[in-house]
């Protein structure tokens, strides 16, 4: 276990845009704390939901997070059952960035049902909490957990919620932070769409697709594929750069802001997963 006091150089700034922010966060090992800013790090998106989630909302959940992966987008949610669950493990799968706020001490595995995911989060991912080991699970420490969720993310997205949903306090206390929230809509006669079809009818921006995220965010959804290899963001950048226009190395090193041995690099990178061609005039142009 690692403790994080705010005074801590490593303690997530954007807590501090809180009334309350955590006194000290812990997080479960073997992840170490040095690498919490590049998991945390913006793009970043909270994905929460119902946990008696129906079984298109949490493939919806899953495909939606694997592509916002696959695109540099960092995913934060609560480890519960339902679409929380749905939300992590496409994330890993894409080999993305995420991140699970507990409502409870690290060392409780809680819900049972999702141990395997939790596991595989602490050893790609991390798991914290405001909460010291041990603490038990209770009703009134989840919506408290939810504004941590909250502040951690550029935007929170809301997958299938009932109208008395802690989904819809996550989104509120998102709303009251200055942060975005995108609602997923549902049929009117469904229960679990009652709370997201209220937030869209109080303002949430619609989604219906990633681009919409991804517009959301400021980021282009034309240079995202949903079969992209898992690449580092550096690469990513500079197939988003060609994406655009194809360019020459020199171009593309200019464009992306990096030095000539860096693009080089890169592009060799990218040349050997064949994301790109070289053309004959010296154009590096993508293959898809």
């Not at 929170?156 to 949903?165: F, N, Q």
């Not at 809509?185 to 109080?202: F, I, Q, R, V, Y």
Request: aromatic share 2%; glycine share 10%.
């Amino acid at each position: 276990m690692i403790e994080l006091p705010r005074d801590d150089p490593r303690y997530p700034t954007r807590l501090d845009d809180l009334a309350d922010p955590p006194a000290t966060l812990y997080v479960r090992e073997p992840v170490q704390p040095d690498a919490l800013g590049e998991l945390l790090r913006p793009p970043i998106v909270a994905i929460v939901g119902s946990r008696n989630a129906s079984a298109a909302g949490i493939a919806f959940a899953t495909r939606l997070a694997g592509e916002l992966a696959a695109s540099g987008v960092g995913v934060i949610s609560g480890l519960a059952r339902g679409i929380d669950a749905g939300a992590h493990q496409g994330t890993l799968d894409r080999s993305g960035r995420t991140v699970a706020v507990l409502g409870c001490g690290i060392d409780r595995d809680y819900p049972s049902a999702t141990i395997p995911l939790a596991r595989r989060i602490a050893a790609e991912g991390a798991i914290l909490s405001e909460y010291p080991p041990g603490t038990p699970p209770a009703p009134f420490r989840f919506p408290e957990r939810n504004r941590i969720v909250a502040a951690l993310a550029d935007a929170t997205i809301v997958i299938e919620a009932a109208a008395r949903s802690g989904a819809l306090i996550t989104a509120r206390l998102a709303l009251d932070l200055g942060r975005d929230v995108l609602a997923v809509p549902g049929a009117p006669w469904s229960s679990g769409a009652e709370g997201t079809n209220l937030l869209l009818k109080d303002g949430a921006l619609p989604l219906t697709a990633v681009a919409d995220a991804l517009v959301c965010l400021g980021l282009d959804p034309g240079t995202a594929r949903v079969d992209d290899p898992a690449i580092d963001a550096s690469a990513r950048r500079v197939l988003a750069a060609l994406r655009r226009e194809p360019a020459s190395a020199d171009v593309l090193a200019a464009r992306c802001g990096l030095t000539s041995s860096a693009a080089a690099a890169l592009i060799a990178e990218l040349e050997l997963k064949g994301l790109l061609v070289r053309e004959l005039d010296g154009r590096l142009v993508p293959t898809a």
